[in-house]
């Protein structure tokens, strides 16, 4: 197991860690859990940087991050939807981008029987910046609400809530295109 596998894996973990703090009634552990999540939402582009350094680079890795990223965004997504912070329409997008997960997922199996690999490009990689920046953003508005109550604050929620829930459609709409991409340049191999 290569170093940066364990970076991969260690995404994993840290979702518990993000859940619990983000979880308990102190209101300081939202600045601990939107810390963690950064963190952790960072170690995304660390393990890719450490296997092109140190040469680390596989074909189970390449899975395993795009894997582990899926697990973290869609669990990132879970802990929002239970605290209420997302809206109702908000799950009909988490639904989009979870089937689009799966079928990408299913197209990444079927293509690594016929040996060929689907690793990330740019569309997946900035969609995966666009989700994690806007699950970011739930995670610092909620802080926000918390840790500061002056008026000024809770008169700017509002807007920071109308931005994140544009670039929530944005996130979601960019998903969507990049598994179309991926299921346009790769379905000549499923044949």
């Known amino acids: 197991m290569t170093l940066s596998n364990w970076i991969t894996l260690s995404r994993i973990g840290l979702i518990f860690v993000i859940g619990w703090l983000f979880y308990i009634p102190w209101p300081k552990a939202k600045i601990l859990a939107l810390i963690v999540y950064i963190l952790t939402s960072s170690t995304d582009w660390l393990d890719g940087y450490v296997a092109r350094k140190y040469h680390q680079v596989t074909d189970w890795g390449k899975l395993m991050d795009a894997l582990v990223d899926k697990i973290f965004t869609i669990s ?83 807007v920071l809530r109308w931005i994140n829930t544009v670039n929530f459609i944005l996130a979601t709409a960019l998903t969507l295109h990049s598994g179309i991409h991926y299921y346009s340049k790769y379905s000549a191999y499923l044949h």
């Open 76 to 158: 990132m997504f879970v802990l929002l939807i239970g605290k209420g912070l997302i809206p109702t329409w908000g799950i009909f997008c988490i639904l989009l981008i979870l089937c689009r997960e799966f079928f990408i997922t299913g197209l990444r199996i079927l293509l690594a029987k016929s040996g060929v690999v689907l690793a990330a490009e740019a569309h997946g990689k900035i969609k995966t910046i666009l989700q994690l920046v806007v699950i970011g953003s739930f995670f610092l508005i909620e802080m926000l609400r918390v840790n500061i109550s002056a008026d000024w604050m809770q008169s700017l929620l509002p």
